[in-house]
């Protein structure tokens, strides 16, 4: 059975590169989709934390911006990856990672807000 792979988009432009480069795209997507899965599997069991911990508001803050960015990141893993295959197929240059920053400044703002949060818990 043959038929035209899908997306579009990503398959029906230029030609077939070495396999290896394609599935070494895919491993770094689903690296970066698990990274996202981890955020909201952390947002989770930061929400379930602040109900047994009694700890307001703070931690369902903190847990909805975890899960949110997991979010985000899954959908940013689909478009690094296309954009990645599409370079791939046209035999253009790769495109830098643009969620790596953001990510990396996420997860830098969310560590000293919950290392603060526990220095204040623990002076009070």
Wanted: charged content about 15%.
């Amino acid at each position: 059975m043959t038929g035209e792979r899908k997306p579009t988009s990503v398959y029906g432009v230029g030609s077939e590169p070495d396999p290896r480069f394609s599935l070494a795209n895919e491993r770094t997507a689903l690296a970066w989709l698990r990274t996202g899965l981890a955020l909201v599997g952390g947002g989770v069991a930061l929400t379930t934390l602040g109900t047994f911990a009694d700890a307001g508001a703070f931690l369902d803050v903190i847990a909805a911006v975890a899960c949110l960015a997991g979010g985000v990141l899954a959908v940013g893993a689909l478009a690094s990856w296309r954009r990645a295959e599409r370079a791939l197929r046209l035999k253009q240059p790769l495109p830098s990672p643009s969620a790596l920053p953001i990510l990396v400044g996420g997860v830098a703002v969310i560590g000293i807000a919950m290392a603060v949060y526990a220095v204040v818990q623990a002076v009070t």
